[in-house]
């Protein structure tokens, strides 16, 4: 499988209350559709088009952001042929999830961060942070 483009086709972000109390963040990926595409660049693979929606909330009801989206990448003819047939009866392999979910979640997050810096919500995925060291002797220069 060779990812060819990524694109996001709808975003919405909505805040519906101020900050107050404690706040439950949650996200979650939806795939909603995987198609053949048509591609002259494309010879001796089949492009597939693999549709998704991430969201995240802020419970109780505070913000919402949503990220919709599709993955365009190409596999070879049996493996394309079997991922559509699984689909039909909304299943994916594990050896193609994965690797598209991971892809979907650091292209939604690097967004999602973004997204609520211009809402002033706090981040979904916590960033890294310095903290003293005990028992060490002060920098002096």
Known sequence: MQILGFNFEKIREERKAQLQG???ISSQIDVNDI???K??????QIPLK?????TIKYKPDVAEVSLSGSILFVTDKDKAKDILKKWKNKKIDEDLK???FNFIMTKCNLKALQLEEELTLPTHIPFPKLAPQQNQ????G
Not at 39 to 44: C, P, Y
Not at 50 to 54: I, Q, R
Not at 137 to 140: E, I, R
Request: aromatic share 16%; charged share 35%.
């Open 22 to 24: 404690k706040l439950e």
């Open 35 to 37: 198609i053949q595409e």
């Open 39 to 44: 591609l002259e660049i494309v010879k001796d």
């Open 50 to 54: 693999f549709g998704f929606d991430f």
């Open 98 to 100: 994965i690797p598209l």
């Open 137 to 140: 002797k002060p920098y002096t």
